[in-house]
Each structure stands twice: as structure tokens, then as C-alpha cells.
């Protein structure tokens, strides 16, 4: 890493280049080389926008080493604390080292084909479906415990900074982001006379591996989601689900910034 390169990463609408463009200056101000884009040997990332395009800049950049920090010019912003007017204390506190480095954990999901075995890393979750929106079965273990026969829509894996998004839509719970768990949540589960599925999330040890495995109709039909990204498999014959020991690192510039941001975003 080089000392004062920082990285400027933005999306693409007004209020992030006006934004940008504001940070640039302040940025050269305190001494600070900005640079607008991804430059693996700055020593700090900002991204500018929503929580999207904070998890996009993680996923194109290949999870660096690097911490990031995000200014929030989009909607819901749990990754993005930092309003657009905060934008001189954000780099005078950098530049003082008033702050704190988050671990961010993320999913490892490996998926086994009859000839291939694939590797995925996820920051907020993942989801394994049916293609076409059609109700999927699948038996769920974890750590080859089985579980439940599943049949619904689908099954989500979350991490515990990735409650608050796709898996709280779901009614999934909100956990802590410091806790080493992950969250299985069912996505409209079938419960009838012929099937039985659990309806609510389990929390698991994130030492445990949960494994999804679709039913044989379902091996050339099926689709999932990482991070909000499509990916359909051919003789597709299980999921390998498990909290992994890559992280991510996030500036925090309040030890509240968490549970203000959870009132600001929800209540």
C-alpha cells in the first residue's frame, strides 16, 4: 500500500459526482493524492453512493485488503454512514486516526456439479432457488445433520451485517455484525399435509457448514444469488454454505454508528 493515494469510487448519478468532486478537493487539502477509481496500493477506499454500489466495488475489486469507508448518497446506506455534508470531519478524523477498523466476515459458499466445484464469497448473503420462480425442494444439513426436506421458494444464507438487507425482507432476524453466526432464513416456505418446512430463520455457529442439496429436477434448474448476482449450474448436486475467514475491513467513526444508523433506517 502507498501512504496518502486514496481511492474515490462512485457511482454514476448526480449527487455521487458532485460528491466526488467535493471530496477531491478536501482530500488534496490534507495532503491526500486522490485517486478516482481503484488503485490497489492506495491505502484507503471511499465509495460514494448506496449500499449497492459499496458491495459492487467490494465484488469488482476482487474483496481487497484495504479498508473502505462509504458516503451515503443512495437510500438505506448500512454500509454507508457517512452523510455527504460530513465529508471534512470524515477526512480530518481519518487524518487524526479517530476511527476504528470493522472486520466485515463473508460468506464462502462452494457449489458442487457433477464435473466442477465453484467458489463464491458473499457480503451480505446468499440464495439458492428455483429457476422461473418455481417452488424448489431441497433436504438442508448442517455439519451433515439433516435438517428438514425443504420446499418453498427458496433458501437464504445471510451474515450478520447482511441481516438488515434480503434476509430481513424475508423476516429474518437482525444480528449484531460482531457475531461469528450465520443466518438460514426460509424464503415462503411450504407447509401443508404433503410438506413440511420450518418457518423461521435458524441462527447457526459460523463453524458449521450448512449444505443445501436440490432435488434431482432441480440439478439443471435452479438459480442463485450472490450478493444479488445470477448464477444458474448444470447437474448442479449441492451447496457448501459456511462463514469464512476472509473479511473485509470498514472504517467506524462512532462505536453508536450501528444501532443510530438501525433507528435512522427502520423505526
Known sequence: MSKNIINIITNANYESKKTATNLHKVLTNYGYEPFNGFNKNAELSICIGGDGSFIKAIHKNDFPDMPFVGINTGHLGFYQEIKPDEIEKLVKDYKNGNYNVDDIKLIRSDIYTKNKVYKFYSINE???????????????????????????????????????????????????????????????????????????????????????????????????????????????????????????KKLVFSNNSYWDNLKDKFL
Open 126 to 248: 446468499v440464495v439458492l432457488k428455483a429457476a422461473h420462480s418455481k417452488t424448489i425442494h431441497m433436504n438442508v444439513f448442517i455439519d451433515r445433520n439433516h435438517v428438514e426436506k425443504f420446499s418453498g421458494d427458496g433458501v437464504l444464507v445471510s451474515t450478520p451485517s447482511g441481516s438488515t438487507a434480503y434476509n430481513f425482507s424475508s423476516g429474518g432476524a437482525i444480528v449484531y455484525p460482531s457475531l461469528h453466526v450465520l443466518q438460514m432464513t426460509p424464503i415462503s416456505p411450504v407447509n401443508s399435509a404433503a410438506y413440511r418446512s420450518l418457518g423461521s430463520s435458524v441462527i447457526v455457529p459460523g463453524v458449521h457448514t450448512i449444505s443445501l442439496v436440490v432435488e434431482k429436477r432441480y440439478k439443471d434448474s435452479n438459480l442463485l444469488l450472490v450478493d444479488g448476482s445470477e448464477y444458474f449450474f448444470n447437474n448442479l448436486h449441492r451447496v457448501n454454505i459456511r462463514l469464512s475467514n476472509k473479511v473485509i
